[in-house]
C-alpha cells in the first residue's frame, strides 16, 4: 500500500501529473450538484507538421542547416511537407462562474486567445536548396496570421433524463488584433530567357492602435504611423457556439459527443494592403558604354529593385470587413468504470480540427484514469494523430475546496536539448487552471 | 515483488520518454550558418549590352592621329586614306593673252601632270589593312559665267587601266565640278596616276565672261579617297590583357558557370577567342603579391565571332564555360585573351567603320554547383 501511494505521487511530482477539468463539452455540467468558480486556467497548443530535425542536420560536433552543402536534396526536402505548417494557440480563460438552477446548469465565462501560425510551401525550399531547374515554381498558399480576441460566454446544459445531457455555449468574441498575410497566388518561373512573377497577395491587418501611413505612391508605409500605442477599440466582432451531449446509458459507461467554437469573426481591416501584378526580367536592357559604369549600373540595379517591390510591396486599400471562422473542433469520447472498483476507468477520445489556414489535426487516444473522490486523480493515455504516436497524462489534486488540476499531451520524437523545440512533427498541449467548487 | 517491477518499469518509461533530449541537436554547440544556395543549378538572364562602337570605346582617342596620322574617320566614321591638290590654276587674263582669236571658243593644251595620291597605302598594308573602295576623281574650278570642258586621259599605276574623257562639260561659276570618277573595288592600291593629253575647251570671249575681269583663275585638282578595311595578311594572334578586373567569385564557392549571348557584330572582322587564361592574386613566401596564372580553371576556348558590315550585322551564338578542375574557382584579378582576327571574305562591305557597333544580347548565365554564403 505504501508503495502504491509512492508510486501515485512519484508521478505526480515528476511528470506534473495532473487531471483537466473537461467542461469543454457544455454537457458535461448538467449532472453538477453544486457551483464552482474556475479561477484562471491555461491552456496553450501547439503543432507543426514539420520539426527542428526537418531543418537542422547533425554535422560532425556542430549543426548545419538543411542548405549546407552537406545535406543532400533528397535528406533535406524529404523531411518537409508539401505544405509546412507551424500552429499555436494560447487559451487563457480569465474567469468562469457556474451555479446550478431550477432544472439546468449556467455558466459565464470570460476569456482571451490567441491563434497564430505559419505555412510555407516545399517549393521555396526546393528553389532555395536545387536551384532553377525545376521551373515553373508554385508558391501559392504562403499564410502568416496571428489572432487575439475576446470572448464571453454563456452556457447552459439541460439533463434530459438521468441519463442524457445537453449543453450549449453562446459565445461573444470580441476583437482585437488581427493580422493574416495569405499569397493567393505566387508563381515563379525561372528561366536563362526571363524570370517570371506572377504575385497576388492580401495583408489584412486591424488598426486597432495604430493606422499606418502610405507614401505618394499609395504604399503603405511601415516606418510611419498615426495613433497612440494605447489599447483601441475592438476590430472585429463574431458569435460561436459550443454544442455538446453526454449520454450514460448504463451504469458506468459513458459517451459524450461535442462540437466547439463553430462560428467566427468579423474584422474590420483598417490597414489592409495587396500586392497585385505581374513582372517579367528579361535582363537589364540597353547597356550602353555609358550605362556600363559602375554609378550607372547601380542606378539600374536600383531601377529594377523599384520595378519588381512595384509588384512585391502591397498598396493600401481602403479599409474593409472581412469574416473569418475559427478553428473548429469535434470530440468523441468514451469511458467506463471498471465494475470491480469505480475509481478505475478507461476511456476512448477522438478529436478532429480543422482550420481553413493550417493543416487539419486528429488523433484518437485511450487510456485509463484513476480518480478519488475529494483527493486527487490522474490518468494516462496513449495514441496516434496526424503526427503519430502521442500520449498524454492529467491529474488533479484536491485541497479544501479547491482543485488545482493540469494535463500534458506530446508526441514522441525529442527536443532539442534544452529549448523543448520539437525535432519531429509534433502536437504538444499543456493545460493548467484552478476551480473553487462551491459547497 | 511483482507490483515494485512494474512501477519501476512504467516510471522508467515515462522518465525516458520526458527525458528525451538527443543531444546530437544541442545548438548551444552551435549553428553552421554557411549555405550554399541552388545546389544543382541557378539559371538567369543578365542583359542586352550594347550597341557598343569601336569610337564610343575609344572615347577622346583619335585612331588615326595615335597611328601617327596615316589614317583618318570620314565624316561618316569610315576609316579613310584621304588626299586632294590642284593639278593646274592659271589666271583667266593670262590664257585670254595666249588666244590668237579671243572672239572664237579656244583649245588650250596643258601639261601631263602626275600625283601618287596612294603612296601612304604601302605603310598600312604593312599594317594589315588594305583598301576596300578607292574613289578617284578629277574636278575643276569655272569661274567664267560660260561653261567650259575638259578632256584627256588618265594612266594610272600599274595594274589599273587608263581612261579617257572628252570635252566633259565644267558648269559656269563651278567651284570644284567633278568631271571624272572612277572607283576601284579590286583591292590594289592606286599608287599613282599620270594626266595626260588634257585641253581645257575654253567659250568665246573668255575675259567678258569672267566676273573678275580676268582676275579669276581656273583650276584643276584631284580627289583620291581609300576607305581601309582588314587585310589577310593581318596579323592573326593578338594577346589581349584584361587587368584589374578584382571579380570576387572566390568566396561564393562556385564549380562552374556557363555565360551564353548572342553577338551582334557589324565590324567586319572575324574575331576567335582561342584561348582565355585566368589570372588570379598569390602571396609567395615572402609576402609580395602577384597576378599569375590560375592552373585551375579552365575556360571554353575556340569561340567564334562571325564578321558583318554597317547596317548588316552577323549574329554569333557564343558559348563561353567557366569550370574549376580543381576545387572553386577563385578571386579573378585579370584575364589574358588569345585573340585570332581574320579578314573577312565574300563580296559584303569590309570598309572600317568607326560607328560599326557590336552588341551582346540575350546575355544569360547558368551557374553549376550552388552559390555559397
Not at chain 1, 212 to 223: P, R, S
Not at chain 2, 195 to 204: I, K, R, W
Request: proline residues 4%.
Amino acid at each position: 500500500m505504501k508503495k502504491t501511494v509512492l508510486f501515485i505521487l512519484c508521478f505526480f511530482a515528476l511528470s506534473s501529473l495532473t487531471r483537466a477539468q473537461d467542461f469543454r463539452n457544455p454537457a458535461q455540467t448538467a449532472f453538477l450538484e453544486k457551483g464552482f468558480v474556475r479561477i484562471g486556467e491555461y491552456n496553450s497548443t501547439s503543432r507543426n507538421n514539420v520539426g527542428a530535425s526537418s531543418f537542422l542536420f547533425p554535422s560532425g560536433d556542430k549543426l548545419v542547416t538543411g542548405l549546407h552543402a552537406s545535406v543532400s536534396a533528397d535528406a533535406f526536402l524529404g523531411g518537409l511537407k508539401t505544405l509546412s505548417s507551424l500552429y499555436s494557440q494560447i487559451d487563457y480563460n480569465l474567469v468562469s462562474y457556474g451555479w446550478k438552477g431550477s432544472r439546468g446548469f449556467h455558466t459565464v465565462e470570460i476569456g482571451v486567445k490567441e491563434n497564430s501560425g505559419l505555412s510555407v510551401p516545399k517549393e521555396v525550399f526546393l528553389l532555395l536548396k536545387t536551384g532553377t531547374a525545376s521551373s515553373p515554381y508554385d508558391l501559392s498558399a504562403m499564410r502568416a496570421f496571428g489572432n487575439l480576441y475576446g470572448e464571453i460566454a454563456y452556457g447552459y446544459s439541460l439533463p434530459l433524463s438521468d441519463k442524457l445531457s445537453i449543453g450549449g455555449r453562446a459565445k461573444l468574441l470580441v476583437g482585437l488584433n488581427s493580422v493574416d498575410v495569405l499569397t493567393r497566388k505566387f508563381e515563379f518561373s525561372t528561366t536563362e530567357q526571363q524570370y517570371v512573377l506572377d504575385l497576388d497577395a492580401d495583408i489584412d491587418l486591424t488598426n486597432r492602435n495604430k493606422k499606418i501611413n502610405t507614401d505618394e505612391e499609395g504604399y503603405l508605409n511601415y516606418a510611419s504611423f498615426t495613433g497612440k500605442g494605447r489599447l483601441g477599440i475592438p476590430t472585429g466582432a463574431g458569435l460561436a457556439l459550443d454544442l455538446g451531449l453526454v449520454w450514460k446509458p448504463f451504469r458506468g459507461f459513458t459517451a459524450e459527443a461535442s462540437l466547439l467554437d463553430l462560428g467566427g469573426i468579423l474584422w474590420y481591416y483598417g490597414n489592409g494592403g495587396k500586392s497585385s501584378g505581374s513582372y517579367t526580367f528579361e535582363g537589364l536592357k540597353d547597356l550602353g558604354m555609358e550605362e556600363l559604369k559602375e554609378e550607372n549600373i547601380g542606378e539600374k540595379l536600383r531601377e529594377l529593385r523599384d520595378e519588381v517591390l512595384g509588384v512585391v510591396r502591397p498598396k493600401a486599400v481602403n479599409g474593409y470587413c472581412k469574416a473569418k471562422a475559427i478553428p473548429l473542433t469535434a470530440k468523441l469520447g468514451a469511458s467506463y468504470s471498471m465494475p470491480f472498483w469505480e475509481p478505475l476507468s478507461v476511456n476512448a477520445t477522438g478529436l478532429y480540427t480543422g482550420y481553413r489556414f493550417c493543416a487539419p489535426y486528429w488523433e484518437a487516444r485511450g487510456g485509463a484514469e484513476v480518480s478519488l473522490p475529494g483527493i486527487a486523480s490522474f490518468g494516462l493515455n496513449a495514441g496516434c494523430g496526424s503526427y503519430g504516436f502521442v500520449w498524454g497524462v492529467r491529474s488533479s489534486v484536491n485541497f479544501l475546496s479547491f482543485q488545482l488540476y493540469a494535463s500534458y499531451e506530446n508526441g514522441v520524437g525529442g527536443t532539442i536539448p534544452y529549448e523543448s523545440i520539437p525535432l519531429k512533427a509534433n502536437n504538444k498541449r499543456l493545460v493548467v487552471g484552478l476551480l473553487y467548487l462551491i459547497k | 515483488m511483482k507490483t515494485t517491477k512494474v512501477q519501476l518499469s512504467v516510471f522508467c518509461i515515462f522518465a525516458l520518454i520526458t527525458a528525451c533530449k538527443h543531444e546530437e541537436y544541442d545548438i548551444t554547440k552551435g549553428i553552421d550558418t554557411q549555405v550554399t544556395l541552388f545546389g544543382d543549378e541557378v539559371s538567369l538572364p543578365i542583359a542586352d549590352i550594347g550597341p557598343v562602337t569601336p569610337k564610343e570605346l575609344l572615347g577622346d582617342i583619335d585612331l588615326g592621329e595615335t597611328l601617327g596620322g596615316m589614317f583618318k574617320e570620314d565624316e561618316e566614321g569610315y576609316l579613310v586614306v584621304e588626299k586632294e591638290d590642284f593639278l593646274y590654276s592659271n589666271p583667266v587674263l593670262l590664257l585670254y593673252m595666249g588666244l590668237q582669236d579671243p572672239t572664237q571658243p579656244s583649245d588650250i593644251p596643258l601639261d601631263d601632270f602626275s600625283a601618287a595620291p596612294g603612296e601612304s597605302l604601302a605603310t598600312l598594308t604593312g599594317l594589315g589593312l588594305t583598301p576596300a573602295l578607292q574613289e578617284f576623281s578629277l574636278y575643276a574650278g569655272n569661274p567664267l559665267t560660260e561653261k567650259m570642258a575638259v578632256s584627256g586621259k588618265i594612266t594610272f599605276s600599274e595594274g589599273l587601266a587608263s581612261q579617257t574623257f572628252s570635252k566633259e562639260a565644267i558648269s559656269a561659276q563651278a567651284d570644284k565640278e567633278v568631271f571624272f570618277q572612277t572607283a576601284i573595288t579590286d583591292g590594289e592600291p592606286l599608287d599613282s596616276f599620270n594626266a595626260e593629253q588634257m585641253t581645257l575647251h575654253l567659250p568665246a570671249n573668255v575675259l567678258e565672261k569672267d566676273p573678275l575681269g580676268g582676275w579669276s583663275s581656273v583650276s584643276l585638282g584631284y580627289h583620291y579617297k581609300a576607305y581601309l578595311a582588314l587585310g589577310s595578311d593581318f596579323p592573326e594572334g593578338l594577346e589581349f590583357p584584361v587587368d584589374n578586373l578584382n571579380v570576387p567569385l572566390g568566396k561564393y564557392k562556385v564549380k562552374e558557370a556557363r555565360i551564353r549571348a548572342e553577338v551582334s557584330n557589324e565590324i567586319p572582322l572575324t574575331l576567335v577567342l582561342e584561348n582565355v587564361a585566368v589570372m588570379t592574386r598569390e602571396t609567395d613566401e615572402e609576402g609580395n603579391e602577384q597576378v599569375v596564372v590560375c592552373e585551375d580553371v579552365s575556360v571554353t576556348s575556340n569561340i567564334t565571332v562571325s564578321s558583318g558590315s554597317s547596317g548588316a550585322p552577323a549574329v554569333s551564338p557564343i558559348e563561353i564555360v567557366i569550370k574549376a578542375d580543381e576545387g572553386t574557382i577563385p578571386d579573378i584579378a585579370g584575364l589574358r585573351l588569345s585573340l585570332s582576327v581574320k579578314a573577312p571574305v565574300g563580296v559584303s562591305d569590309h570598309r572600317l567603320n568607326m560607328n560599326q557597333a557590336v552588341s551582346f544580347n540575350h546575355v544569360r548565365a547558368t551557374v553549376y554547383g550552388g552559390i555559397t554564403l
